[in-house]
């Protein structure tokens, strides 16, 4: 039988929720209601309050659209409402049949925002930009980009990589002519709008880029408010923006003249186990401790995946905006549906436990074995208060099995050193297959957020490397699947239980009446602004 953790979460939220900001309180049910309309925005200008700030800029080859539409830049494909991919500075693309050079062709109508012609010679800067920094978008596959003539440009790999596309997807190109150590804070480039100004960790203005290759966006200008998700929907309430990302926590409430928007995301979070135990005496190149002697125990990661009951933290900490979460794909194409477990189950937790050698010897409701308690810290950003909430929630419904799991909110400069060594609750989530490649492979554990637990088993590496090698994304989804649960071994709860994952959130946001926003995607991670996507085809509908 299922036990019923729902009204104890509930009650968790609450306290979190009542511990927010005073422009919340203020706009909680019992305060005198605010009348203002967010329709105070216009086709002329619309405020929003979404998060973020990019503190490195707005610069592609260092990062910056990973997570989201560049706004500033062009991309040569991109993803529509489906996620499907389509054309947008390109006109074609082809891919050699050893899977080595990928050949694309651009419109020749490009020009970026001074004006200047955006060419083949443009995307391959930017290509071998991005390679040659280092920087958050992965290129170190590419040997070399070579624009052919204006209009084509070749990408040369030093070996073939089914997720490549997606730096096709996400890697905005910027003009060679003017790219330098300046570019991230005055950027130029050929997307729907252009930077006028940006006051740095308080709001940035765009205009419409009058040379834009599309139909010009309807919106005539954008103010992005940088501010917390507490002071967001005050912003929101007060009629100050027409667009406002808040916590599910806060999508219960009503704001008069604004609808909310409950998207699909990918966006997941769960609790990443050490993988090695911390007596094999490892280090990372920064001398950072590696493993845990508990969480290197099959008995206890598969036991804490068994326990949690993902529709109660859904329903409690989500306030219903979300999903449960068996792996870090949860609703892709390339999910495999088998590797998911019936969760919320105690009893098996409990006979896994007992079947690994564990059992409460000193009767103190902790479970033992060979002298080591079942015991673990989670640790989790102390500024997150869902994945606060996360946290203590599922250190209580470990309790029952006699696993104690002391939760910890530090900064992320504390939690760096220790992550590797301790249960984190980590928040990943994109379109692009390569970060379970990340997550996963043993190779990618190099002492940073990559595959922080250290898991290594050679034969999902293989696998992953299958998958990662395939001439095309569909042709690698056989093996992405294969990896996470092929009926026999994976790197989800029935196999090697490397994480538990929990949930997948819902993006929450209010939006004015006045203002339609098209169909957003399936969002990836809220890092950058990923309900503007399509952000060219928004249109304010009132006079």
Not at 117 to 124: F, G, I, Q, Y
Not at 130 to 138: H, I, V
Not at 201 to 229: K, M, T, W
Not at 383 to 400: C, F, G, I, V, Y
Request: overall charge negative; some cysteine; charged content about 20%.
């Amino acid at each position: 039988m299922k036990a019923d953790f729902r009204p104890w979460v509930l009650l968790l939220i609450g306290q979190f929720t009542a511990g927010c900001g005073s422009n919340v309180n203020e706009s909680m049910p019992g305060s005198e209601p605010n009348t203002t309309s967010a329709q105070t925005g216009s086709a002329e200008q619309i405020v929003l309050a979404i998060g973020g700030e990019s503190e490195e800029g707005y610069d592609p080859t260092l990062g910056w659209g990973r997570y989201g539409s560049p706004l500033f830049q062009s991309t040569l494909l991109k993803r529509d409402a489906d996620l499907n991919i389509v054309n947008d500075l390109a006109t074609d693309y082809t891919v050699s049949e050893d899977g080595l050079t990928w050949t694309v062709t651009i419109r020749e109508d490009a020009v970026f925002s001074d004006g200047e012609p955006l060419t083949a010679v443009d995307v391959a800067y930017t290509f071998n930009q991005a390679a040659k920094s280092g920087g958050l978008t992965d290129v170190t596959v590419l040997e070399e980009a070579v624009a052919i003539d204006d209009t084509t440009v070749e990408l040369r790999l030093e070996e073939p990589q089914s997720t490549f596309v997606n730096r096709l997807i996400t890697l905005g190109i910027v003009p060679e002519h003017a790219h330098g150590p300046d570019y991230a804070r005055n950027p130029i480039g050929s997307g729907p709008y252009q930077m006028v100004q940006w006051d740095e960790g308080q709001q940035l203005i765009v205009e419409a880029n009058p040379n834009y290759y599309g139909e010009a966006p309807s919106i005539d200008r954008l103010v992005f408010l940088f501010v917390e998700e507490d002071a967001a929907f005050a912003a929101a309430k007060a009629g100050e923006a027409q667009v406002a990302s808040i916590p599910q926590a806060l999508a219960v409430q009503e704001i008069e003249g604004m609808t909310l928007y409950d998207v699909t995301s990918v966006d997941n979070r769960g609790l990443m186990f050490p993988y090695s135990p911390a007596s094999a005496g490892e280090t990372t190149p920064n001398g950072d401790p590696i493993g845990n002697d508990v969480t290197a125990d099959l008995a206890i990661r598969q036991a804490v995946n068994y326990a949690i009951d993902r529709q109660a933290l859904v329903d409690g900490v989500l306030e219903g905006y979300g999903s449960v979460a068996y792996g870090p794909v949860s609703g892709l194409a390339w999910e495999e549906p088998s590797a998911a477990i019936e969760d919320a189950q105690p009893e098996k937790a409990q006979e896994i436990l007992a079947a690994g050698g564990w059992a409460d010897s000193d009767g103190d409701g902790v479970l033992d074995k060979d002298g080591l308690k079942a015991e673990f810290t989670i640790l989790y950003p102390a500024n997150d208060s869902t994945r606060q909430a996360l946290a203590l929630a599922t250190a209580e419904m470990l309790k029952p099995v006699g696993i104690q799991a002391n939760v910890e909110g530090k900064s992320w400069d504390e939690i760096e050193p220790a992550m590797h060594s301790n249960v984190v609750v980590f928040g990943w989530g994109s379109h692009d297959q390569t970060e379970i490649y990340n997550l996963y492979h043993s190779q990618s554990a190099q002492g940073d957020f990559n595959n922080a637990g250290y898991y290594a088993n050679q034969a999902i590496d293989e696998t992953l490397d299958l998958a990662m090698g395939a001439p095309s994304e569909a042709e690698a989804i056989a093996f992405w699947k294969a990896a996470q649960w092929d009926g026999e071994t994976g790197f989800t709860a029935k196999g090697d239980a490397a994480w538990a994952w929990l949930v997948n959130l819902d993006h929450t946001y209010f939006v004015s009446d006045c203002l339609d926003i098209g169909q957003p995607q399936v969002e990836p991670h809220g890092h950058g602004w990923p309900i503007t996507a399509n952000i060219a085809e928004w249109e304010w509908t009132c006079s």
